[in-house]
C-alpha cells in the first residue's frame, strides 16, 4: 500500500485507503455518511490531500486525542489536517448526528 491510496474522512480525519472506505465505511461517521458500497460517497466526503499522521490507541485520557479533537473515535491512524470541502448535505447530515464538523 502506498501512501497515495490512502484517503482521510473529512468528518473525523480517520485514515485508510479509498477501497477500504467503500468496503467497510469510515468507523466513526458509517451511521450518518454511509460511505459502505458508495464510491462517489467515499470521494465527496474523503480527501487525498492530508498533512501529517498520528496513531490512536484509544486509551481514555490521551492528551494527543484531546489536542486533535478526536477524543471518543476508535483506534486507528488520523490524519492531522485534512484539505477539501464536504458537500452541504452531509455537512446536515453530521450535524443531526450531533457530530461537531469543523472545517
Not at 467503500?22 to 480527501?47: I, K, Y
Request: glycine letters at 10%; a negative charge.
Amino acid at each position: 500500500m502506498s501512501m497515495r491510496s490512502l484517503r482521510a474522512c473529512m468528518v473525523c480525519a480517520f485514515v485508510q485507503t479509498g477501497s477500504k472506505f467503500q468496503t467497510a465505511g469510515c468507523p466513526n461517521c458509517e451511521d450518518f455518511l454511509e460511505m459502505r458500497g458508495h464510491q462517489d460517497v467515499v470521494l465527496d466526503c474523503t480527501s487525498a490531500v492530508f498533512e501529517g499522521l498520528v496513531a490512536l490507541n484509544g486509551l481514555e485520557g490521551s492528551w494527543v486525542a484531546k489536542w486533535q479533537r478526536l477524543e471518543g473515535n476508535k483506534a486507528g491512524t488520523y490524519a492531522v489536517k485534512v484539505e477539501g470541502i464536504l458537500p452541504d448535505d452531509y455537512v446536515a447530515a453530521a450535524e443531526n448526528a450531533g457530530v461537531r464538523y469543523v472545517p
